[in-house]
């Protein structure tokens, strides 16, 4: 898909969903992918609006190579794949939301750029709960979130690790 500003806004299934260019993706209802080469968007900004990505039937890759904003909690749902962020991941700003990547199979979770965004203020683009629950190796940066959760045979923090109670409270 070749476009400015893409927009997603009802249940997609296919074998797979490329997009090699634009300004904006967004995502707002659930995607199932089939294919080997899963989800992969090159694009300035993603926006995933509360959703489900399942790339689990086909063992398909999940690549976001675009700063990747959470307007909504995120489930990823994955086999075999790799999933991996390759730029910036915040949540919207003052919600905190959470993001998930479960599956059966166990490829590799990196988060290249900064997750959470510490310089925000009062960390206004924070996720709130980060969950692993299947990964071959976890690596992260920089990572401002509520609380991380990571079950993964190897995890590696290249940065600096914050989680903290949104809101301040206690």
């Given at each position: 898909t ?8 009802s249940?997609?299934?296919?074998a797979s ?7 904006t993706?967004t995502?707002?209802?659930?995607v ?5 080469a899963g989800l992969n968007?090159?694009v300035?900004?993603?926006n995933?609006?509360g959703?489900?990505?399942d790339?689990?039937?086909g063992g398909?890759?999940v690549?976001?190579?675009g700063a990747?904003?959470?307007q909504?909690?995120?489930?990823i749902?994955?086999?075999a ?7 910036t991941?915040?949540?919207q700003?003052?919600?905190?939301n959470n993001?998930t990547?479960n599956?059966?199979?166990g490829g590799n ?12 203020p ?5 996720l709130g ?6 990964g ?9 979130a509520t609380?991380?959760d ?7 923090i290249n940065n600096t690790l914050?989680?903290?109670i949104?809101g301040?409270g206690?």
């Amino acid at each position: 898909t070749f476009a400015d500003t893409t927009l997603i806004s009802s249940t997609f299934r296919a074998a797979s969903l490329l997009q090699n260019s634009g300004v904006t993706t967004t995502l707002t209802d659930n995607v199932t992918l089939s294919g080997l080469a899963g989800l992969n968007l090159t694009v300035g900004t993603i926006n995933l609006d509360g959703l489900t990505i399942d790339t689990s039937s086909g063992g398909g890759v999940v690549t976001l190579n675009g700063a990747t904003v959470l307007q909504g909690n995120v489930v990823i749902t994955r086999g075999a794949g790799a999933v991996t962020f390759a730029d910036t991941l915040i949540s919207q700003t003052a919600e905190y939301n959470n993001l998930t990547i479960n599956g059966a199979g166990g490829g590799n979770v990196t988060f290249t750029g900064e997750v959470g965004n510490a310089a925000a203020p009062a960390s206004q683009e924070d996720l709130g709960d980060i969950l692993v629950s299947t990964g071959g190796t976890v690596t992260m940066n920089q990572v401002t979130a509520t609380s991380i959760d990571v079950t993964s045979s190897v995890i590696t923090i290249n940065n600096t690790l914050n989680t903290q109670i949104a809101g301040g409270g206690v």
